[in-house]
Structure formats: structure tokens, C-alpha cells
């Protein structure tokens, strides 16, 4: 009986060197490998052997020295942008600062038709102009249609073009925060005073509070009703800088020191615990990690220099003086949003705002580190950031007055299409109201009645020759839209 042969296994290691290294270098093999020749009764060459461990899998090559066999492990990175991905969202909030971007859309337009001189309506094919400039992604006629109870369409009596105009309803709320903001004037005084005491040299730009005027409540004529009126508080440095004339202590104090107190009288907690604490408001299906609430809790206790605190405010590059520094960056920023009138701010607009309230930090950053404290909003083409805090089921907590005409203006949003019915029928009425003043049927008394005896004090010849007036006169009393008909009066003679 033959013997079998045996295999070394020297010449194996060899062999498998061999191969892959041939393999590495894309060479042609000195041996060729050819997996089908076998004979029966012996077992398989060697080189078929160590082939078939460094065969291709999946179209890539495996072995000892491929640079595929091996793949390294890496860290997740987490950024400003992975955290803001993966926050847990406030889907009240969202949905609330969906309404907001449709008023303010709605107060663009309306700025927009109140700078055009001819008349309190414009045509519907000129503000389709408007789509890019109030940032609209439908066209204007079908967003006028979703809102009829803030936009009124109707067909020009000559010109015969569809027109629209802001309802009555809109114009009144639009006229009521105008007094409103009228008489809350003192207390917006102090809110400038408060941001100018925040700041490091008592000064700001006019242009950054431009930019958050609306937020703040402030008039558009700010800078010379508020600014130049009051000069014993402000005086204008530079076209663009206002300064703060005389420093009021008892104003430096910030709107967190007020729910300390609370805490401190109402849960009976010590100095230690309150003395610079945050109310903390997580949202709904918040994941609180192993560890998070003792580093919160020791955050809590944390000192930091206060936002009305006149010292130099330093940097100092140590763990605690980094964690102290962002603490008061987070003091300030808390402090912006409550002299808010909705206490909600865009975040671009609070860069302008860094250097002059020396939180020069990453503040996209910041705000995402307290999801508790702050929560950014991506509705719409900015972000928008909300104090958790002020806010309550959708709506805030404790409402100031030009807040209440602005809730109003939401609701009158969030009807859409809805109860157009009751506006039919006032216009109905409106219709007869116009048409029976003119009614001289006999018998009883008629609402127009009060009208005949000043006709018949007019001459009788004078009122003859005006003949008779059709309706390419100018119309009279609510007749400017073409749903009214036109009054026209006659004459006996005819």
C-alpha cells in the first residue's frame, strides 16, 4: 500500500507567506492554484488548503496582511449639531412657534400694504411680487384664501381685478397693541435700562436692538420716542451706540431671584441649595442618563457671577472657572428672554449680543447643554430658542398685555376657514342696513326715516338738476367693495 504523503509544517507557513503575500502585490502566482484537480483516495493540495482561507469574501480580500481584515472602532462625535438631532423635542412649543411664523408672515404683509399710498387695499397680482420678500412657500393668492377671517378678497368695482385688504377685525387688534405698547412705555424704559446695566460698559448698539425690537415690545419710531425722549436716562453716543446715563441699583436685580426666593420661603430649602439655582423643566420623554442628576445637582450649587454684578468678568482656563463662566453666560441669556414680551428670542440675534455681555461662548452650545432651562425651536427658516420655565401647555404662565392682543391675533389665525358663516351674514346685514336708508315705502317708521327731513330742506330745483346718479359715480358709504351694491338715487321728474 503507497504511503500517504506527509505535510511539513515548515513548508506550510511557507506556502501561506507565499500566497498572501502574492495576493498583497497583485503578482501572478509562481504556482498557479487550480481548486478542481484532485485525485481520489488523496487529500487536497496544500496550496488549495491555505487558498481557501484567504479567499474573497464578499469581493474583498482576507488574510494576514490585508488592510481589510482589520477595522478600527470609532468614537461618536458630539457636537452642537448631533445634539440638537437628537434632543427630545417639545412638540407644544413646535406647534406654537408654527402659529407665530404664520402672524409674523401675516404682519410683514400688512407693513408691506401700509407703505402703499393709494388706498387701504392692493391687488392681488402685485403682492404676489411679495412672495420672496415676506418668505412665503405657496402663493400668495392661496394663502390669502387660508385666512379669510384676516384678509379680505373682493373684485375691484372698476378695474374688475381681485383685491384684498385686512379685515376689520385684524385692523382693530393691529390698532389696540399700538395703545397698548403706548401705555406700557415706563416699564419698557426699564427693560433698556436692565440690558444697558448688563452690559460690561453700560453701552449697546441701536442696531442690535433693532433687531429684537418686537421681541422687547419697543416701538418703531424707538430710537426717538424712547431713546432722545427720555435723556436723563440714555444719551446717544453715536448714531448707533446708546449709554446708560445714571445706573439704578434697585433695578439690578434678575427675575430668577424672585422663584429663589419662592423656593427658598415655600420648600423650606437652605441658602446653599437656592442662592444660585435654576428652575429646571425637562420636556416630555426626556432620558435621564446614569449620573445626570448628581452633575446637575452639583452644577446647581455652583457659584457664578451675577448678570447685574458690576466686576470684571474673567475667563480663567481651569475646570471650575470654565463651568462658572458658561454658568453666567446662562444667567444672562436666562435674564434676555424674561424682559421678552413672549420670552422667546431668535438664536442668531443673541450673537449680537456677545461681546457687549461678555458671553463670548459658543451659545448654540450653551443652550443645548441645559435642555431643562432652554429649548430650541428648528420651526421655520431660524432657530428659535423658548424659556422652558415661562412656558405652560403651549401657552405662557404668567401673560403681560401686549402678549394677551398677540394671543388674540393667533386665534383669529387658528380659525383658518372656519365660522365664515357669521361673517356672511353680518355683510347680509350690512347690505339691508345700506339699502333701507334709502326705503320711503308708507306706513310705520323705517330705519332711513332720519334722512327725510334733510333732503327736503334742500331746494327743490337744486335737487332736480342733479339728475340721476349711476354707478360709474363714486359710490357711497360701504360701497368700496364689489359685493355692496351701488346706491343710486332718482329723481321724481323720472
Not at 450649587?301 to 453666560?329: D, I
Request: glycine share 6%.
Amino acid at each position: 500500500m503507497p504511503e500517504l504523503p506527509t505535510h511539513d509544517p515548515t513548508h506550510q507557513k511557507n506556502w501561506t507567506f507565499e500566497i498572501a503575500f502574492s495576493q498583497l502585490c497583485l503578482l501572478p502566482h509562481p504556482h498557479p492554484i487550480n481548486p478542481e484537480v484532485n485525485t481520489v483516495g488523496q487529500p487536497p493540495p496544500l496550496e488549495n488548503m491555505i487558498f481557501s482561507k484567504t479567499v474573497r469574501c464578499n469581493g474583498m480580500l482576507f488574510g494576514p496582511f490585508n488592510s481589510f481584515s482589520q477595522r478600527r472602532w470609532k468614537k461618536p462625535v458630539v457636537s452642537a449639531q448631533t445634539r440638537l438631532e437628537t434632543r427630545t423635542k417639545d412638540l407644544k412649543l413646535d406647534k406654537l412657534m408654527t402659529c407665530i411664523n404664520k402672524l409674523k408672515t401675516i404682519l410683514d404683509i400688512h407693513q408691506l400694504m401700509s407703505q402703499r399710498k393709494r388706498g387701504p387695499f392692493v391687488s392681488v397680482q402685485l403682492m404676489s411680487r411679495w412672495r420672496n420678500i415676506v418668505g412665503l412657500n405657496v402663493g400668495m393668492g392661496a394663502f390669502l384664501h387660508k385666512y379669510p377671517h384676516v384678509f379680505e378678497l373682493f373684485e375691484h368695482p372698476f378695474r374688475r381685478n381681485l383685491c384684498c385688504k385686512i379685515t376689520q377685525r385684524m385692523r382693530s387688534l393691529i390698532d389696540e397693541e399700538e395703545k397698548v405698547v403706548k401705555e406700557y412705555e415706563p416699564e419698557l424704559v426699564q427693560k433698556i435700562k436692565k440690558l444697558l446695566m448688563m452690559s460690561r460698559n453700560g453701552t449697546l448698539h441701536v442696531h442690535a436692538l433693532r433687531l429684537i425690537r418686537r421681541e422687547l415690545g419697543l416701538p418703531e419710531d424707538f430710537r426717538d420716542s424712547i431713546l432722545r425722549r427720555y435723556s436723563k436716562d440714555f444719551r446717544l453716543v453715536d448714531l448707533e451706540i446708546v449709554e446708560l446715563v445714571d445706573r439704578n441699583e434697585s433695578l439690578a436685580k434678575a427675575e430668577v431671584e424672585k422663584w429663589r426666593e419662592k423656593e427658598y420661603i415655600d420648600k423650606w430649602l437652605s441658602e446653599f441649595e437656592t442662592n444660585y439655582a435654576f428652575p429646571i423643566n425637562f420636556p416630555t420623554g426626556f432620558k435621564i442618563e446614569r449620573g445626570y442628576r448628581e452633575k446637575l445637582k452639583n452644577w446647581q450649587r455652583l457659584p457664578y457671577l451675577k448678570p447685574y454684578e458690576s466686576k470684571e468678568v474673567l475667563r480663567v482656563r481651569t475646570c471650575g472657572g470654565t463651568e462658572r463662566f458658561e454658568k453666567r453666560a446662562v444667567g444672562v441669556i436666562h435674564e434676555l428672554l424674561s424682559l421678552t414680551i413672549e420670552k422667546m428670542l431668535e438664536v442668531d440675534r443673541l450673537a449680537h449680543f456677545r461681546k457687549d455681555f461678555a458671553i463670548e461662548v459658543n451659545v448654540r452650545e450653551l443652550l443645548l447643554k441645559h435642555p431643562g432651562i432652554f429649548y430650541i425651536c428648528t420651526k421655520g427658516s431660524t432657530q428659535t430658542v423658548f424659556l422652558r420655565e415661562a412656558y405652560s401647555k403651549g401657552c405662557l404662565a404668567m401673560p403681560n398685555p401686549i402678549y394677551v392682543v398677540r394671543r388674540k391675533m393667533l386665534d383669529l389665525i387658528l380659525l383658518g376657514c372656519r365660522n365664515t358663516r357669521s361673517m356672511e351674514d353680518l355683510e347680509e346685514i350690512k347690505e339691508e342696513r345700506n339699502v333701507s336708508v334709502f326705503r320711503t315705502d308708507g306706513g310705520g317708521k323705517i330705519d332711513g326715516d332720519w334722512v327725510i327731513p334733510i333732503l327736503e330742506s334742500y331746494d327743490q330745483d337744486a335737487f332736480r338738476s342733479l339728475g340721476e346718479i349711476d354707478d360709474s359715480k363714486q359710490p357711497f358709504d360701504g360701497c368700496e367693495s364689489g359685493r355692496n351694491p351701488s346706491v343710486c338715487f332718482k329723481d321724481d321728474s323720472s
